[in-house]
């Protein structure tokens, strides 16, 4: 373990607080400590807070005359202080459980509240214009073995843009993986806090200047979603959630990054199982609305089975789930969900079939919580249907209401339909509406009896279709 340090930053050069703050490499060991070793791990971590401030007074009035190493020095000792696993889990808007936050605690156990609180006050008055400077001084140092090995992981997964012709061959590529999992390429993991201090450069990135350091910042994120240890494939999801916020989508063209959070889904068996699944879930869900149109289809047409087999485990996913589903039912009746296309499209019907195909399904097995969402889903799927049903109506000037009612009914959506004919599209989208919507009042039934006939006084025309055995019955 490192030496106690004395608390005055007067008595201590820079190059000695920084080298106090040095993460023992015993951490790596946290989950078998001995009860000595897990009373020295409590001493250490007592004493960061103290260090982080002598840091922060050491530095004041110096931020804009300091070397730009011992910058990049200050930001490498002081993210890993500043970021835990169980907070950023929480970024995405799920509440974990208690078993899952024990487990994330233990992912940093050197940060207390006292030295997660300190260490942003570090680096607080860092400049604006040292941030860049700073941020790709940090790659370059901190992160520079695990970029360097990163290659053969990379090689593997496409992350060249594929016109380049900085490809290696497929022997070279499997040579270069198996070094980088058999030999050298494993000793950036001896940089403790390495995923904090890759996502402090995240953080950091001004969202117009992510093309300018891409080839710094994607080979680590990469490089961590494709390591075989649960820990750094959760440190990557992180830290592309974070870039989730702000990338350009011709940025994630570039990159593998898709094709890992597909992967991660695979194989995982371990405490931090639940944390990874999640969040490759809602991420690749997220990356395929900003990537390809097409792609989004067939991500939600595999979606199906997946929820059949997580059942009563979806109801962690529905939060990120559920506005993807309702997106593409729920906008207005001028605007397709693919810019630049009409209204009434084939490719917009076979989404739209697509989502409720998995909105259904979801909706059965996350039964519990699915009545706090019940007017969310009510109103997609009545917004659906009325833009179907005039849209339908319109189509058909020359037929009377009954007959466009009959164009609507569904008979047998699933037999002799072509896939690529808009109206067999539409013949299943109605029997699908119809089928979320008889589910959704199967598990509130309280919709029967208020909302539903509410709506149904408004628009008996359109929406008797919806529901006809509750329209049929005067509700």
């Known amino acids: 373990m490192p030496r106690p340090m004395a608390t005055s930053s007067h008595h201590h050069p820079l190059p000695e607080l920084l080298q106090s703050l040095d993460i023992p490499q015993e951490f790596k060991k946290y989950d078998n ?14 004493k960061a807070p103290s260090r982080l401030n002598d840091l922060k007074l050491a530095l004041q009035g110096r931020y804009e ?63 604006s214009s040292r941030r860049y400077p700073a941020l790709t001084r940090v790659t370059r140092d901190s992160c520079c073995p695990l970029i360097h090995r990163a290659k053969g992981a990379l090689v593997k997964h496409s992350f060249h843009h ?70 750094y494939k959760l440190w990557g999801l992180l830290v592309a959630q974070r870039m989730l916020r702000d990338v350009s989508p011709n940025l994630l063209k570039t990159t593998g990054i898709h094709g890992l959070l597909k992967s991660i889904l695979a194989h995982q068996d371990s405490p931090l199982s639940p944390t990874i699944l999640r969040l490759s879930i809602s ?24 929820i059949q087999a997580l059942d009563i485990g979806c109801t962690r996913f529905l939060q990120s789930l559920l506005p993807q589903l309702l997106h593409p039912l729920t906008l207005p009746s001028n605007q397709g969900p693919i810019p630049g296309r009409p209204s009434l499209d084939l490719l917009q019907l076979q989404l739209q079939n697509s989502a409720l195909r998995v909105l259904i399904p979801l909706m059965r097995v996350c039964a519990p919580r699915i009545h706090g969402w019940r007017l969310t889903i009510l109103d997609a799927l009545v917004r659906c249907w009325v833009t179907m049903f005039l849209q339908a109506k319109g189509d058909s000037d020359d037929e009377d ?57 408004l628009d008996p025309k359109s929406l008797g279709g919806l529901l006809p055995k509750l329209a049929s019955q005067g509700l």
Not at 33 to 46: C, G, L, R
Not at 283 to 306: K, N, W, Y
Not at 428 to 435: K, R, V, Y
Request: hydrophobic share 40%; glycine share 4%.
């Open 401 to 457: 209401e009954g007959d466009v009612r009959e164009a609507l009914k569904p008979t047998g959506y699933l037999e002799n339909v072509d896939v690529e004919r808009i109206e067999d599209n539409q013949r299943c989208l109605a029997a699908l509406l119809q089928t979320a919507a008889y589910g959704l009042v199967q598990l509130c039934p309280s919709l029967a009896i208020a909302e539903y006939p509410q709506l149904l006084k």
């Open 162 to 231: 594929p016109k380049s012709e900085d490809h290696l061959s497929k022997e070279e590529s499997q040579s270069i993986t198996q070094d980088f999992f058999e030999s050298e390429g494993q000793i950036w993991k001896n940089t403790i806090g390495l995923g904090a201090i890759v996502y402090w450069c995240i953080d950091n990135i001004e969202p117009g200047t992510y093309m300018d350091v891409w080839h710094l910042i994607v080979p680590p994120v990469m490089t961590f979603l494709d390591d075989y240890q649960p820990r």
């Open 65 to 127: 005359d300091i070397d730009i190493e011992v910058l990049g020095k200050v930001v490498a000792k002081v993210s890993p202080f500043a970021y835990d696993v169980a907070s950023l889990c929480g970024d995405d808007g799920h509440a974990a459980y208690e078993e899952e936050r024990n487990v994330l605690g233990n992912e940093t156990p050197w940060i207390t509240p006292s030295s997660k609180a300190s260490s942003p006050k570090v680096v607080y008055h860092l400049a």
């Open 33 to 46: 400590a001995t009860p000595q070793e897990q009373a020295d791990f409590q001493s250490w971590t007592q």
């Open 283 to 306: 991420q690749s869900l997220r990356l395929t609305l900003l990537t390809t149109t097409e792609a989004i289809r067939a991500t939600l047409d595999a979606l199906p089975e997946l």
